[in-house]
């Protein structure tokens, strides 16, 4: 089995930072693709940020020059770290990995979502 863990959510204030965290666990071969998603109320889940393997990332325009996505692969870790936050950036972000694990397959995974509350 694997799982996918986040933490690092809460309440902040409009301009304020924090830094979501995401560790991959069971039996894992190899990790493709990591990214984060998030899902505010009454809306669609949407991509937030993803990164490769390799380290090559891409971002929703939303979110350009504010969130900044890292893993460290040798923890099957994914980072967001999330600066000058808005309101509008009040959701359930959610980790999402491309896994290849005991099916010998690579398959997606999700993780169980952190709040985030963005007070103006």
């Known amino acids: 089995q694997v799982q996918l863990v986040e933490s690092g959510g809460g309440l902040v204030q409009a301009g304020g930072s924090l830094r979501l965290s995401c560790a991959a666990s069971g039996i894992i071969f190899s990790i493709g693709a990591m990214g984060w998603y998030r899902q505010a109320p009454g809306k669609q889940r949407e991509l937030v940020a993803a990164?490769?393997?390799?380290?090559?990332?891409n971002y929703a325009d939303s979110v350009k020059g504010r969130f900044a996505i890292s893993r460290d692969n040798a923890k099957n870790t994914v980072f967001l770290q999330m600066n000058s936050l808005k309101p509008e950036d009040t959701a359930v972000y959610y980790c999402?990995?491309?896994?290849?694990?005991?099916?010998?397959?690579?398959?997606?995974?999700w993780g169980q979502g952190t709040p985030v509350t963005v007070s103006s």
């Open positions: 999402n990995a491309d896994v290849l694990g005991p099916t010998a397959v690579f398959g997606g995974y």
């Open positions: 990164i490769t393997s390799g380290g090559s990332a």
